[in-house]
């Protein structure tokens, strides 16, 4: 792509080339890549007062450069766009697959070392785990557990987490995991006809068969189904993961955190078109629209899911089971 008379995407100075995927100038990207290196949460000096696209504030202006289009995984120099797109979206799903790999290894082969609360997953920088004896089973609480503490480390691990204020990112986490473990858990049985988890145990405790019996085979089934249909590979799972879970219609989100969180939704969005665009070519658009159409189906199931889980509280109050099951079921 011709650069000459370019401005920089950032601060509107003369562009020296792409640099973490958008035409910037040296200014911008040095200060991109030094708040990548930062590991310290950044706040508006302004309490969020900056006028927009302000450069005067470095947390303005680092969330400048993300909804300009920067991200992490670019690479800095590559001046030809058809190459460079190729290459970050590669190197985007390469990530993405080592962490889930990650994430399915621990839930599968890994326990939890001590009963942890819904707080203590969240605040702790890490999470011990230990191997799971062989002849160990899971009870369907166990599964939950295990389920739900591998997701949300796997969202903490996603690369804008860090740059998002502490109060958003709880109020990510806590908004959004019920949708990556639900999503998760319906790829995870995909060809078969429910959701499950591993050996056939049921995603809802014995006592709540009994509640409304359709109900629950709808929410068991009808994700599952759609999944199965549209035949997704990992990759569009992953990106969609991401899309979803970026939800930054969220009213419990400060203004910046839902600018933040809206910019990467749009961005893992592009990406996810241009991958539907590479394997489908011109039937891309068309499957891409087919992918997202999963959200509604998604959100349809999680409705269900509160729907049963608030008849379950009221019915079996909470007793002597882990400590995150009883936290996550008033999350609904």
């Avoid at 290894?105 to 942890?116: A, G």
């Avoid at 997701?151 to 019920?178: C, G, I, N, Y």
Wanted: proline share 3%; charged share 20%; net charge positive.
């Amino acid at each position: 792509m011709h650069l000459l008379g370019q401005k920089c995407a950032i601060c509107a100075c003369k562009t020296t080339g792409f640099h973490y995927g958008v035409p910037s100038c040296n200014a911008c990207k040095t200060f991109f890549k030094r708040c990548l290196n930062s590991k310290k949460f950044r706040k508006c000096v302004n309490g969020g007062a900056c006028p927009q696209n302000s450069i005067d504030c470095r947390f303005c202006r680092f969330q400048q450069c993300i909804r300009s289009g920067m991200m992490a995984y670019f690479s800095e120099n590559i001046r030809k766009s058809q190459l460079q797109n190729s290459d970050n979206l590669s190197l985007l799903l390469q990530k993405l697959s080592i962490m889930d790999s990650a994430r399915k290894n621990l839930f599968l082969n890994y326990q939890l070392s001590d009963d942890v609360g819904l707080n203590d997953v969240i605040s702790s920088s890490s999470v011990h785990y230990t191997p799971k004896p062989v002849d160990f089973s899971n009870t369907f609480y166990d599964w939950v557990v295990i389920d739900l503490v591998t997701t949300l480390d796997f969202m903490k691990r996603q690369e804008f987490v860090k740059f998002l204020a502490p109060d958003d990112v709880r109020t990510f986490l806590l908004t959004s995991f019920f949708q990556c473990a639900t999503f998760s858990s319906a790829v995870r049985c995909s060809g078969e006809n429910i959701m499950s988890f591993p050996g056939g145990v049921d995603i809802f405790p014995f006592k709540m068969s009994s509640l409304n019996p359709k109900l629950l085979q709808k929410i068991r089934s009808e994700l599952v189904e759609r999944v199965n249909a549209l035949k997704m590979t990992s990759e569009e799972f992953l990106l969609l993961t991401l899309i979803f879970i970026c939800n930054s219609v969220n009213n419990n989100l400060s203004e910046s955190g839902r600018s933040f969180l809206g910019s990467y939704q749009k961005i893992y969005s592009s990406a996810l078109l241009q991958y539907t665009m590479i394997t489908h070519r011109q039937a891309g658009p068309s499957r891409f629209q087919d992918l997202l159409s999963l959200c509604h189906v998604l959100n349809t199931t999680l409705e269900g899911m509160g729907c049963v889980a608030h008849l379950f509280r009221i019915k079996h109050p909470a007793v002597n089971r882990k400590q995150l099951y009883q936290d996550i079921q008033h999350l609904f």
